[in-house]
């Protein structure tokens, strides 16, 4: 054998190795199933904000999408004040987007959002619809990070590996008129490193509201940040009239203080007050985001993880938020929030009310591979009811 041909021999080894390599590489998971639970929530103890009564029974969906690869990939949307919701995007789940998911390579979340938009559009690719779809899509990437190693911040294009993060005090609770457990959730936030909190307002009179905010400023200090959230209690008005009286407090932001739909009576209001407006919890998809934002509407865009769309439909709204000069806040925590959170420039703010540590009123972004929301199996067979 000459060394000519010995060489090419080995060559031609190696580069069938290398091919093989890269097959193996390229080698797609494949979706093979998903497996629902739904599970159904005791009551709780009652909190209130303007127009809602927290506390009765409620439910949630927890989504598990199976892959050829051995990988799981975990979803769970909650229904903070609803029992019947969760079974609605069970069905949905089940019938109609299972179908649409077998077989498809996780690889491509933008070709799934696709798909199934044009599966969904008959009974409309907003509400309850949306709910399914956002957490298919966190169940998706939670697979991707899982497959690479990585968390899904990572995945995303991370631009932070931590986030500032206020908590939700000032709820309207039974029995608290002197305000000893307000004052005594303010306490606990502070001492866990929390430098920023929210007080609902808009229940009662501007007096009451007022009332509520000051007690919050002399109990925290000066140096905390406070948010106010009206839960659409309001008309243009009264929107108005009240967000002077925030503005003059001190407030940091002003959220939601009528209906999400009504985009020309927010841009009026943004354009009235020097406070951040913020609204987006209720809008579904960047679609909306962009008519709001186009209306001049919002100086704090506030996606939902379950209504907005998902990690891929978040990034997308974050690009657009960014692109008008306004700044996005989570409505909501937990880890899925944080892994989109962490790869958006121009997020500010996670929303939690959880005890987690906090460094300097900031939470570290989660480091294992996916995007570390698997609800705890405990909790799922405790309240599975289907
Ligand atoms: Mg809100």
Redesign the pocket.
Known sequence: MTRRTLFALAGAASLSRGLAKAAEAKKQIKITGIETDLLRLPPSEFTG?AIHDFGSAEGGVVLRVLTDAGITGWGYSNFGMIEGGPRVVQTILEYEIKPVLIGQDPAFPKKIRTDLWRALEYQGAQGVTQFAMSVVDIAIWDILGKAAGLPVYKMLGAVRDRMPVYAMCGWYRKNDRDHSQYKRTIDETLEIGYRAF?VKVGRYSLEDDAERIEFGRKTAGKDIRIMV?A?QAFNRVESLRRGRVYQELGCFWY??PMPPWDHEGYAELAGALDMRV?TG?NEYNKHAFMDLLLKKGADVV?PDNRRAGGATEWIEIGAIADGFGVELAS?GGGPANMNILCAIPNAIYM?SGGKQKIINGEVLAPEAPGMSSEPNPDFIAKYKIG
């Open positions: 904000d929210k959230d839960n959220e939601e913020a919890e506030q409505h929303e």
